[in-house]
């Protein structure tokens, strides 16, 4: 068989396989098989030296000529190889920058937060506004302007938490209702919502740290009906129709006369259950006319002026309008308690 033939048969055996070609891989392969050491090409040109002298240039020529040509041949395939690996993987990394992300868990507004929120809309309603004062407050405002004198059984240290002799933990949020009177002139409409602190051991009912939310109304000729007419609006605005105050005569050393304040029990709306101990009422609040000791030790003219003011505790509200029968509940941040209020 003549080079030329030869040649041709390879050239064939390249067109060929370069047709079932489909990767890097096999088209390696084809070249090894070609091109390689121990290749097609490669036997051909070795078998040069059993040709006549004169033969061998048209040969070797003939040779070259086919080597270039199978290299552009399988070049040629390397290249549509590669841009078509590059296509499929372009089209396997496509983002899809229409598809909705998934959302991440939302959390949800904590139960006391809800009620506070409550509160001051509907204070707000009314024409309060909020305040707030510090924590850690000194004994002149949380006790002494508010008639609590040095022997007060609530002072007693077990109740309060002392920094020293002057400064406490504040234990209600009555102090803030001194510090509006000594720094604002009547009309006051306040409400201070905060923190509170006493000594008291963690249970279900108990906690050394609690929250309140105070309400003090200065003016010319406010009586004690202002001071239920504001309660009743409050309970029903925030627990519905048919929820009212019931008041009991007490004892606070800055407000004169006191109350107690009862409201009708949300679970079964006054016809008695397990929640108001078959009561009807639950005790929510603390109230009454500003003692005008109060007003004159904070610089008020109790001649002229009178007010009313209530503390209400915020945890017990909480509690009763949820059912939540348990205090520490609200402090643990256990989203599977949490996530009930969404
Ligand atoms: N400070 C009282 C307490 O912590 C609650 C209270 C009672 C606040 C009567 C008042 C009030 O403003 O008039 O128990």
């Known amino acids: 068989m003549g080079m030329k033939e030869r040649i041709a048969e390879i050239h064939e055996l390249v067109s060929g396989?370069?047709?079932?070609?489909?990767?890097?891989?096999?088209?390696?392969?084809?070249r090894v098989k070609i091109l390689g050491k121990k290749g097609e090409l490669t036997a051909l040109l070795r078998g040069m030296g059993q040709l006549a002298p004169e033969e061998r240039p048209a040969a070797g020529q003939l040779i070259n000529e086919a080597r270039e040509k199978f290299t552009a041949m399988l070049d040629e395939r390397l290249a549509a190889i590669k841009a078509r690996d590059r296509e499929e993987a372009l089209r396997r990394e496509t983002i899809d920058v229409t598809q909705p992300a998934p959302l991440p868990p939302l959390g949800s507004e904590h139960p006391m937060n809800v009620t506070l929120q409550a509160l001051v809309d509907c204070f707000a309603g009314m024409g309060f506004e909020v305040v707030e004062g510090p924590e850690?407050?000194?004994?002149?405002?949380n006790f002494e302007l508010l008639n609590i004198p040095?022997?007060?059984?609530?002072r007693d240290a077990q109740d309060t938490f002392y920094i020293d002799d002057n400064i406490v933990l504040r234990t209600h949020t009555s102090p803030v209702q001194a510090r509006t009177m000594l720094t604002r002139k009547p009309p006051i409409r306040i409400i201070c919502p905060g923190r509170v602190y006493r000594a008291d051991?963690?249970?279900?009912?108990?906690?050394?740290?609690?929250?309140?939310?105070?309400?003090?109304?200065?003016?010319?000729?406010?009586?004690m009906a202002d001071l239920?007419?504001?309660?009743?609006a409050f309970a029903e605005r925030l627990y519905g129709k048919g929820i009212t105050t019931r008041f009991r005569p007490s004892f606070f050393p800055f407000t004169e006369p006191s109350a107690e304040v009862d409201l009708t029990c949300m679970a079964c709306h006054g016809a008695g259950c397990r929640v108001c101990k078959g009561t009807g009422w639950i005790e929510v609040l603390g109230c009454g006319m500003v003692n005008p000791k109060v007003l004159d030790m904070c610089?008020?003219?109790?001649?002229?002026?009178?007010?009313?003011a209530f503390g209400i505790g915020l945890e017990r509200i909480t509690m009763m309008k949820y059912g939540i029968p348990d205090l520490r509940l609200l402090y643990e941040g256990d989203?599977?308690?949490?996530g009930q209020f969404k």
């Open 228 to 232: 239920r007419g504001t309660l009743n």
């Open 17 to 30: 396989e370069l047709s079932q070609v489909d990767g890097m891989q096999a088209l390696d392969a084809l």
């Open 299 to 308: 610089g008020i003219d109790s001649s002229v002026y009178s007010g009313f």
């Open 150 to 154: 040095k022997n007060h059984p609530a």
């Open 136 to 141: 850690i407050e000194l004994d002149h405002y």
């Open 335 to 338: 989203m599977r308690f949490l």
């Open 201 to 223: 051991e963690l249970d279900a009912t108990h906690s050394p740290v609690f929250h309140q939310l105070e309400g003090l109304v200065i003016d010319k000729d406010v009586t």
